[in-house]
Nanobody, 127 residues
Framework: QLQLVESGGGLVQPGGSLRLSCGAS????????MGWFRQAPGKEREGVSCISSSISGSSTYYADFVKGRFTISRDVAKDTVYLQMNSLKPEDTAVYYC??????????????????WGQGTQVTVSS
């Protein structure tokens, strides 16, 4: 069965940090462009960050609202994608999802979309 599994969410105070992880079963993440998305209550899902496949050079892209605070990366040996989140704000509170796209490059995910989605992990930023 092909699936993605996120972990690492939780409750953190404003200004704090969390690292989300995304692993897969049934396929190898290195061949896919990987995206992180989030959805807050009452809001639409929005893209947070993307990393192209290892074959495509692992280029990274960030939404403006997380630039300078979040870092996406992949560990090829562990076949895991991470989202390091620093300087967290209350408005970062949401369910975070990882997704895999066979498009391989982040630019192509706009046209081709994502093929697999994780179940989501809750991130709550509150004092």
């Amino acid at each position: 069965q092909l699936q993605l599994v996120e972990s690492g969410g939780g409750l953190v105070q404003p200004g704090g940090s969390l690292r989300l992880s995304c692993g897969a079963s049934g396929f190898t993440l290195g061949y896919y462009a990987m995206g992180w998305f989030r959805q807050a209550p009452g809001k639409e899902r929005e893209g947070v960050s993307c990393i192209s496949s290892s074959i495509s050079g692992s280029s990274t892209y960030y939404a403006d609202f997380v630039k300078g605070r979040f870092t996406i990366s992949r560990d090829v040996a562990k076949d895991t994608v991470y989202l390091q989140m620093n300087s967290l704000k209350p408005e970062d509170t949401a369910v975070y999802y990882c997704a895999a796209s066979a498009a391989m490059s982040c630019a192509d995910t706009v046209r081709k979309g994502y093929d697999f989605w994780g179940q989501g992990t809750q991130v709550t930023v509150s004092s």
